[in-house]
């Protein structure tokens, strides 16, 4: 089983790193390099623009995107350096050494500039969206940047794992990889998570959504599950497996 989580739009300014974890590179270092020399050339109203930031979120993001390039600072591993609430509930702070080399090759976590992340690699702050245009780069958005590189390597790391990828990110990070070639590699699940209205209408809440995926990507690390009957027993913060709701790759689970 291998997992996809979103990356968050907020980052930790520092993290208990546990002594014995060792942090790994990025994969894709060069192409992170080239693509943050191109942001920042940027002005603070081209990213702000291009980010769709407030006055204030602008200053605070364009000041800490130009630390990129900055020896001083101190890099993170990947699954402790967001703060949003798929890394509240996939809670990695808690992993014993086990859990973490588990998630080493089970998890991996999107990024539109490390392109993918295994929990514990080292970054820095990266806050990004797949549409930005860097003309000087690349002609296209950085979704069309990432899919030629990124796709044959979540298929080889998916097949490495047991060939079944568990596809708890957002439905935009599909757009990272050419998706038809990677539905056509290996087998993809896709859980949503809906809560029951008292017209007994089904609806997505975002937060809950969040809560719920980074909930079930906690467990099925810490009991490192491959089986798919035991996937669909789990009941991560209150969702239940409904079959009724359910096809054999979209599955759904129901609160209330």
């Known amino acids: 089983m291998f997992l996809l989580i979103s990356p968050a ?5 520092k993290a208990k790193v546990p002594r014995d974890l060792t942090m790994t590179s990025p994969r894709f ?6 693509i943050m020399a191109s942001v ?3 002005s603070r109203e081209e990213l702000a623009s291009m980010l769709q930031l407030s006055p204030k979120l602008r200053d605070e993001v364009y000041a800490r995107l130009r ?4 020896p001083e600072v101190t890099e993170m591993p990947a699954a402790l350096s967001y703060t949003g609430m798929v890394f509240r509930k996939l809670s990695p702070s ?3 050494a086990e859990d973490w080399a588990y998630a080493a090759e089970h998890l991996h976590i999107t990024s539109f500039v490390y392109g993918l992340l295994s929990p514990e690699t080292a970054i820095r702050y990266d806050r990004m969206e797949g549409a930005v ?3 000087d780069l690349f002609d296209g958005r950085l979704f069309d940047y990432w ?10 790391a998916v097949k490495r794992a047991g060939g079944t990828l568990l596809f708890l990110a957002s439905d935009e990070m599909r757009g990272l990889f050419h998706w038809a070639e990677v539905e056509r590699a290996v087998r993809v699940i896709t859980p949503s998570f809906l809560v029951r209205q008292p017209t007994g209408r089904l609806k997505q809440i975002v937060v809950y959504t969040k809560m719920a995926r980074g909930a079930m990507a906690g467990e099925v690390i810490r009991q490192r599950l491959e089986d798919e009957e035991a996937l669909r027993m789990l009941t991560p913060e209150g969702f239940v497996f409904a079959p009724e709701e359910s096809t054999d790759r979209d599955w759904t689970f129901v609160l209330g």
């Open 67 to 70: 630390t990129f390039f900055d």
């Open 29 to 34: 270092l060069e192409e992170a390099r080239t």
């Open 133 to 135: 245009q860097l003309p």
């Open 9 to 13: 739009k907020t980052f930790a300014t």
């Open 147 to 156: 899919r030629d590189r990124l796709t044959p390597y979540l298929i080889e």
């Open 94 to 96: 808690t992993f014993t």
């Open 40 to 42: 920042l050339r940027l």
